[in-house]
């Protein structure tokens, strides 16, 4: 199986900061790397598909970069809805596995 | 719009089984796949297996091999995973999520199942 390593595990920025959290692959994945972002009781939601494409309905101040091993997901100003937990996926092959998450807070 | 909804909480016993349905409403059932992710208090996402309705093919992760059946009935748009011997470590939210094909990402999650394994 494909390990995924997040970093960091967690963070604490303030509204308005511009906040990077890497990924990182066990081998080569090309650019098959999702990202999603979960709130406190809710299911997961797809920021990030494909290393770079922004899902539909996701603001702008998200993006995703990288290929290969290496990957990151940027959010250009930090906003009060967006403290929650991210995870990226690699869905290039089975099983798809998930990093172990990073915790955005408040700082 | 593509709609996940899941059957509601359980609490088993160890040894037990349980089945958690996922109905599914928007696009086309049978053309899309459908994973089941659990999710641990406190822990990540680990993904347990999935189906692609139309073909009625399923794959699992090894670490449930034989204990997890995921079906689908196309008439209702419900897919369903099953996880027989219970222990308390299967105790975890249960997510259904909904992926253009197979290997690919998840676009649509449902809003999730807790099922609580105790004596």
């Known amino acids: 199986d494909i390990q995924m390593t997040q970093s960091p595990s967690s963070l604490s920025a303030s509204v308005g900061d511009r906040v990077t959290i890497s990924c990182r692959a066990s081998?080569?994945?090309?650019?098959?790397l999702n990202w999603y972002q979960q709130k406190p009781g809710k299911a997961p939601k797809l920021l990030i598909y494909?290393?770079?494409s922004l899902q539909s309905g996701v603001p702008s101040r998200f993006s995703g970069g990288g290929s290969g091993t290496d990957f990151t997901l940027t959010i250009s100003s930090l906003q009060p809805e967006d403290f929650a937990t991210y995870y990226c996926?690699?869905?290039?092959?089975?099983?798809?596995?998930f990093g172990g998450g990073t915790k955005v807070e408040i700082k | 719009q593509v709609q996940l909804v899941q059957s509601g909480a359980e609490v088993k016993k160890p040894g037990s089984s349980v089945k958690v349905s996922c109905k599914t409403s928007?696009?086309?059932?049978?053309?899309?796949?459908l994973s089941w992710v659990r999710q641990a208090p406190g822990q990540g996402l680990e993904w347990m297996g999935g189906?692609?309705?139309?073909?009625?093919?399923?794959n699992y992760a090894q670490k449930f091999q034989g204990r997890v059946t995921i079906t689908a009935d196309k008439s209702t748009s419900t897919a369903y995973m099953e996880l027989t011997s219970l222990r308390s470590e299967d105790t975890a939210v249960y997510y259904c999520?909904?992926?253009?094909?197979?290997?690919?990402?998840?676009?649509?999650w449902g809003q999730g199942t807790l099922v609580t394994v105790s004596s």
């Open positions: 189906i692609i309705p139309i073909l009625g093919t399923t």
């Open positions: 999520a909904r992926a253009p094909n197979s290997g690919s990402y998840y676009f649509s």
């Open positions: 996926q690699q869905t290039y092959s089975t099983p798809p596995t």
């Open positions: 928007g696009g086309t059932f049978s053309s899309y796949a």
């Open positions: 494909v290393a770079s």
């Open positions: 081998q080569s994945i090309s650019i098959f």
